[in-house]
């Protein structure tokens, strides 16, 4: 179950990582008192956020699963005993 749902794809890891490159530049930026860096960061947060969410939508993102249908009642045949 969570091989589909948590983020195997490309828009996800995209988008990650590009928020993490924007978290690391505001981090850096918070140490040197750069207040400019720090805002350069959050908007590179913001673009990793966009970037991921329009590879989603282009088809990128989390594919929905189409599962077989359930057994039938009358399909299934009873045990004989004895």
Known sequence: ???AAHGHNPAN???VTIA?????ISGVAMIIP????????LVV???GLVVGKMMAMAGMGKQTT???PAAVA???????AG
């Open 66 to 68: 189409v599962h077989a």
């Open 20 to 24: 993490f490159v924007g978290f690391c």
């Open 74 to 80: 009358e399909e299934r045949t009873p045990v004989a």
């Open 13 to 15: 890891w995209t988008g």
């Open 45 to 47: 947060v913001v673009a």
């Open 1 to 3: 179950m969570s091989r």
């Open 34 to 41: 750069s207040p400019l860096l720090v805002v350069a960061g």
